[in-house]
């Protein structure tokens, strides 16, 4: 049997960036890094790949896992597209790169959650600056870092000069939308410049930032489950891992899952850690008792909608004739990360009916003035003349909580993905004020300049400030939309500790999106790297032990 002193399963930006560190910090260390997608750069889609405005292009490709979540109770049966990159790389060879790390609040309600101030703002921040080469060389703030290898890059830093960057903050303005500074300092709330993860207007993937060139990598093959034995004392440990076709590899010192929210509560369940009941439904033995392995499923999601430009002729969105500087295809058609609060005592009443939901924390902290929506407009739309623009209303600290089962033992069958969305009236009460705010925000004399109004679906109607709470909810039934951030399936507290170790279990850990126990109020790929990184630590730290 093959032998490695650590395997991690699964290529993504936090698998990567630890597997990287492993190798490079311990040069004796026998890394393995298995990942069940290709590797883009031989595949016929590499170009898109790197080029910023063809990532669309991917979606439902094969470096896509492309998955369709179960059809959904409060959507009236809609099911919902969930994206996750599968090849090296994982979801930064896919996602759009928006690199933002959210609101200190977040990190430091992970914190306190779990009992641990490594996990709060202040102590993620070191591992921020670590993986960051900051756009800006004269920045000389202790918040940034300017010799990681994570180029960035912000929309006027990369040259793209927008017709409509300052309409639209006009427009936000009138409607009370301050300008918030930062994006990545800690307090986002309002209006601020985007960031992306761009090198010479190129997309990063983490394989490019972080090399896997020190190390043992195995692509395009599936792990089916984790190894286990059983000391005499009765001790579990994971001793290695079982491929799907039969082929067993040992572990030495520890096996790493970082397959993402998806797959890595399957891996855990197909190697018996997990819920007695799912277990039991499968015919799987169970060896270790994690109940939550599977729960705790939240994702971003938000109501899309389209707006007819005032003056298409202009140039403003992608299709237009005028859409020509070569400096638009370096990044995202958009300018601004807009996040808002909510109404207080709405939210709190909002919150009294849902003592069913999942446990989110103190509601007067969940309540409190934080980025509860974010509103974000790219120029574009469908068909793509020139004559429109998008808007996406985001529910940024959901409250319904999903799951993710099995389907089956093959462990190449795809998990079933319950969003459970809609479920809480908190969340009902967010999309329906980010849907409110948008239509007031248009309707401004600044928004007027903008746009004539919303190209409303057909046999749908406009969402006005004065929409009814069915009429928004009708539109939110057939306008919802993933944007790919599933999160929290083994989350820390209940199905790791602090230092991302499995419980009842030794030689085991997870690092990816799967142990967040809270939502955050951005993208997460700012995070995983940053994860990556602290896990290294953590991971050398017990080594040297």
């Not at 830093?157 to 903050?169: C, D, H, T």
């Not at 409303?456 to 009429?471: H, R, T």
């Not at 929290?488 to 142990?515: C, E, F, N, P």
Request: with cysteine; charged share 25%.
């Amino acid at each position: 049997m093959e032998s490695y002193d650590y395997i991690v399963i699964g290529a993504g930006p936090a698998g990567t960036t630890l597997s990287s560190l492993l190798s490079r910090r311990e040069p004796t260390l026998k890394v393995l890094l298995i990942e069940a997608g290709p590797d883009p750069r031989t595949t016929e889609l590499a170009d898109s790949v790197a080029a910023p405005m063809r990532v669309g292009l991917l979606r439902g490709s094969e470096l896509d896992w492309n998955y369709e979540g179960a059809p959904q109770k409060h959507l009236k049966g809609r099911q919902i597209y969930v994206g996750a990159g599968k090849g090296l790389g994982g979801g930064t060879i896919i996602n759009y790169g928006l690199w933002t790390r959210g609101d200190s609040k977040d990190y430091d309600e992970w914190a306190r959650l779990v009992g641990d101030d490594r996990w709060s703002w202040k102590g993620f921040l070191p591992y921020f600056c670590k993986t960051e080469h900051h756009y800006d060389p004269a920045d000389s703030s202790n918040i940034h870092g300017h010799d990681g290898p994570v180029y960035t890059a912000s929309i006027r830093s990369s040259g793209r000069n927008y017709v409509l960057r300052e309409p639209l903050k006009k427009a936000w303005g009138e409607v009370g939308i301050k300008e918030a500074g930062d994006v990545n300092a800690g307090s986002p709330l309002g209006l601020a410049e985007c960031v992306e993860a761009r090198t010479a207007g190129q997309r990063v993937t983490a394989p490019a930032a972080y090399p896997l060139d020190r190390m043992t990598v195995l692509h395009s093959t599936l792990v089916k489950k984790v190894l286990i034995s059983k000391k005499e004392d009765g001790t579990k440990l994971a001793t290695g891992v079982e491929l799907s076709d039969g082929r067993q590899i040992s572990a030495k010192r520890e096996v790493v899952i970082s397959a993402g929210s998806i797959r890595t509560p399957q891996i855990l369940m197909l190697s018996g850690i997990g819920p007695e009941e799912e277990l039991e439904r499968h015919g799987i033995e169970q060896l270790v008792d994690s109940p939550e392995v599977g729960k705790n499923h939240w994702d971003h999601v938000g109501l899309t909608q389209c707006w007819k430009l005032q003056n298409p002729e202009i140039g403003a969105a992608i299709g237009s004739p005028k859409w020509t500087d070569p400096a638009f295809s370096t990044g995202n058609p958009l300018d601004w990360y807009t996040t808002s609060s909510v109404p207080q005592d709405e939210l709190l009443a909002a919150l009294s009916q849902d003592k069913h939901a999942a446990s989110t924390g103190d509601d007067a902290l969940v309540a409190s003035p934080r980025c509860h929506l974010g509103l974000i407009v790219q120029y574009f739309g469908i068909p793509l003349d020139g004559s429109l623009i998008t808007s996406y209303a985001l529910n940024l600290m959901p409250t319904s909580r999903g799951t993710v089962t099995l389907s089956s033992t093959d462990p190449a069958a795809n998990p079933i993905i319950d969003h459970n969305i809609y479920a809480t009236e908190a969340d009902r009460f967010r999309i329906r004020s980010g849907a409110r705010l948008f239509a007031k925000m248009m309707s401004t004399p600044a928004g007027k300049e903008m746009v004539v109004g919303e190209a409303v679906p057909e046999g749908q109607k406009a969402i006005s400030e004065n929409s009814s709470d069915d009429e928004i909810d009708a539109r939110f039934f057939e306008g919802a939309n993933s944007i790919g951030h599933s999160s929290g399936t083994a989350a820390m507290g209940k199905v790791v500790d602090t230092k991302l170790k499995v419980k009842g279990i030794q030689g085991l850990r997870v690092v990816d999106a799967s142990i967040l126990p809270t939502p955050l109020t951005a993208p997460i790929q700012a995070c995983m790297y940053a994860l990556g990184e602290q896990a290294a630590d953590i991971v050398l730290e017990d080594l040297q032990e």
